[in-house]
């Protein structure tokens, strides 16, 4: 089938919430994908930060092989060999406690939620930040601070309120003692790789204790080795330093390989306030997908892949900062593999162009390129992206 065919079906049938890239994906391989033509993508955006261990990797697909032998879908009525595990070695590389399993990174932020008000009880109030995203159901977008996401599905769920991104001052007047959780992502993903201030956190973690509050923190885009580190809130607080670590954390995106598994992590405190039947989900932790992430984790740990991504992390980082020469250049942000380049015009046609020759990345907040490769990208595959990127620059008018 021809992209025009797909196109035209698409056109025809599908809701068309999504402005697709000109792409009919076929196979990959590494840190490429080739579309139908045999055309080679250069994959810096690794579907969306889920495919941190690139295409056709021969451990993934060996163990997905065995396991599908194995019954595909086993409910939460029963036990199967791998949720405990899988939630052990959350707790041993987090430093929290107990694990809920779900589908995405939206279930998880939702389950954070009905945990946050579980445990806050009589307490509802819910603090966030201005420009983060943490989903599209009702509960996450109540969560989300960003104006275009929100207007057109409200009212939405109450109790929700906004803090200015990294003010510790409006952290302080609007933390008061009838808040019962603050939200907030280690580095703004959507919102253009924003990381939060190390005072912002601390802060944070200390007042919420004060107040009775709890800290959640969303790490499905920034967090599972995307920094170099388990989990990007660890550069504020390791997993030995139990005072300072969040209450809850949302994970996602590359926890099950590709296949959807989201977890939700938590406290011992926050777990307590939980009994059977208050929260539940059919498809979450599932078998095929905790096996997979178990592989996830055993060739994290077995490559020396965290250590990896923070050298050619900062490879990368300071290639793209060599552009900061360039007139539409503005910022270049990020830690690890989540790194962005804010520009002072619209990033949208620069996206397009650099698909066409054969380089995937995405514009994320108008005016910021994106950019969240797989963990497996070489030195010399950045080259070739930059190459690739600054004519590109050069050529755009302020
Ligand atoms: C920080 C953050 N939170 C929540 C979500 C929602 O996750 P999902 O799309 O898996 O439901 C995303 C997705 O991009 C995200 O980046």
């Known amino acids: 089938m021809q992209l025009a065919h797909v196109k035209e079906l698409e056109k025809k049938y599908l809701l068309g919430t999504y402005a697709r890239y000109e792409l009919l ?128 599905f409200e009212p939405l769920v109450p109790g929700f309120e906004f803090i200015a991104f990294n003010d510790v001052q409006d952290l302080e007047r609007k933390l008061t003692d009838d808040v019962c959780a603050v939200l907030v992502e280690t580095i703004q993903g959507e919102g253009g790789i924003r990381p939060l201030s190390e005072e912002f956190y601390k802060r944070a973690r200390e007042l919420s204790a004060e107040k009775g509050a709890l800290l959640i923190v969303d790490e499905i885009q920034c967090g599972l080795g995307r920094t170099g580190c388990w989990y990007a809130f660890h550069r504020f607080a390791p997993p030995s330093d139990k005072a300072m670590l969040p209450d809850m954390v949302a994970s996602a995106k590359p926890l099950g ?29 599932g078998p095929l997908a905790c096996r997979a992430s178990l592989e996830y984790f055993k060739i994290l740990e077995e490559e020396k892949v965290l250590e990896r991504v923070s050298i050619i992390g900062a490879y990368f980082k300071k290639r793209l900062e060599e552009l900061k020469d360039l007139p539409v250049v503005k910022e270049v942000r990020g830690e690890g593999l989540m790194l962005a380049v804010e520009l002072k015009i619209s990033g949208k046609e620069i996206v397009k162009q650099l698909l066409a020759e054969g380089f995937i990345i995405n514009c994320t907040h108008e005016t910021v390129l994106r950019m969240l490769p797989p963990f497996v990208i070489t030195e010399k595959q950045i080259d070739k992206f930059i190459r690739a990127l600054r004519p590109v620059l050069e050529a755009q008018k302020l």
């Open 25 to 152: 994906v076929d196979r990959g391989n590494g840190a490429y994908l080739i579309d139908k033509a045999n055309k080679r993508y250069l994959d810096l955006l690794a579907g969306i930060g889920v495919n941190s261990l690139g295409y056709n990797h021969p451990r993934v697909k060996q163990v997905l092989r065995k396991q599908i032998k194995k019954p595909l879908h086993v409910s939460n009525l029963m036990y199967h060999e791998y949720q405990g595990r899988l939630a052990q070695k959350l707790c041993e590389i987090s430093g929290l406690d107990r694990a809920f399993f779900t589908n995405s990174g939206t279930e998880s932020i939702e389950g954070c939620l009905k945990f946050a008000r579980a445990y806050g009880r009589p307490k509802f109030k819910i603090l966030s930040l201005d420009q983060s995203f943490h989903g599209r159901t009702f509960g996450a977008l109540s969560a989300t601070g960003q104006k275009q996401y929100r207007e057109q």
């Open 257 to 285: 390989l590709g296949i959807p598994l989201g977890a939700i992590l938590l406290s011992e405190k926050v777990a307590a306030a939980i009994q059977v039947g208050q929260h539940g989900t059919t498809f979450g932790g």
